[in-house]
């Protein structure tokens, strides 16, 4: 939070602009994500109230998107289908003690509910969620790598670590699973011009808005679209592959980054791009 000191009136007009086009990709993305992970779309949107302006709070660095990635979902739904059908009741509890779990180890709006659970079910999820936390871990600090390089930002670690626990702890509590940094949304928030933090905290309360208002509409949204949506971002993936090639067998002429060819794009757990100092 040590951004909110400096922060100047100016700011506020390009955080706006930053937060408000991140939310229009978190808020479809976002209810994608968790019918990948086995959950009602609904709970996408959850997870992304609270992880962007948490994440932004106790991070260091000020464009970095926290909240539901595709990686995190597919390890959700792989790590409690073998214990409960998912999209019931009990799978979506677990998903929620995996997010408590997650960040102990470093409509209408969510309603705030303490969770109780039998220590056997808690104790067989210690090893899966060591697991998530890793790749959040490890996601963050990619994420975190590739836009401090473009924003000469200094990456604190230790700092990005505590913001992504108590956003997964603290999240847990108003009904969100496991989430990470995401780089599509950390790019499009740099890109959109966003200065600090305050523009995840607008993209947050934008989707607090929107489930506050547009519920009834996100009713009607059929799921096929969202899957395409899913199937859309991996055709990017595919796409930025065998651009990759391209790049490094050219000493990246049209580069992604300003440093190639000592850098270049690479894929990262979440089907999204970052940097790698091995070109």
């Known amino acids: 939070m040590l951004w909110l000191k400096g922060y100047e009136p100016s700011f506020l007009k390009k955080d706006a602009l930053a937060g408000l086009t991140v939310a229009a990709v978190l808020i479809p993305q976002s209810m994608a994500y968790a019918i990948l992970a086995g959950l009602p779309p609904v709970y996408g949107l959850y997870a992304a109230v609270s992880a962007p302006i948490i994440g932004a709070l106790w991070g260091s660095l000020r464009q970095l998107a926290t909240g539901p990635i595709a990686i995190m979902s597919l390890l959700v739904l792989t790590t409690l289908s073998p214990m409960a059908e998912p999209g019931s009741p009990e799978f979506i509890e677990l998903a929620f003690l995996l997010a408590l779990l997650v960040g102990e180890i470093q409509g209408g709006l969510p309603i705030p509910q303490m969770h109780t659970f039998d220590i056997g ?57 496991p989430v990470s940094g ?81 850098v270049k794009s690479k894929q990262l757990p979440d089907g999204d791009y970052g940097i790698d100092d091995n070109c």
């Open 182 to 262: 995401s780089f599509s949304r950390t790019a499009i928030n740099f890109a959109s011009g966003a200065k600090t933090g305050i523009a995840c905290a607008i993209s947050s309360l934008t989707v607090i808005v929107s489930l506050l208002f547009l519920t009834p509409i996100f009713t009607y949204i059929p799921k096929t679209p969202l899957k395409y949506l899913l199937l859309d971002l991996q055709a990017i993936t595919i796409l930025f592959k065998q651009l990759d090639h391209v790049y490094c067998k050219n000493q990246c002429p049209y580069a992604l980054f300003n440093e190639c060819p000592e």
């Open 121 to 177: 079910v808690i104790s067989s999820l210690i090893g899966p969620a060591t697991v998530i936390a890793l790749v959040s871990f490890a996601e963050t600090y990619s994420v975190g790598k590739a836009i401090s390089s473009e924003t000469k930002q200094k990456l604190d670690v230790d700092q990005e670590f505590i913001g992504q626990g108590l956003a997964n702890l603290m999240g847990s509590f108003f009904q969100s699973y």
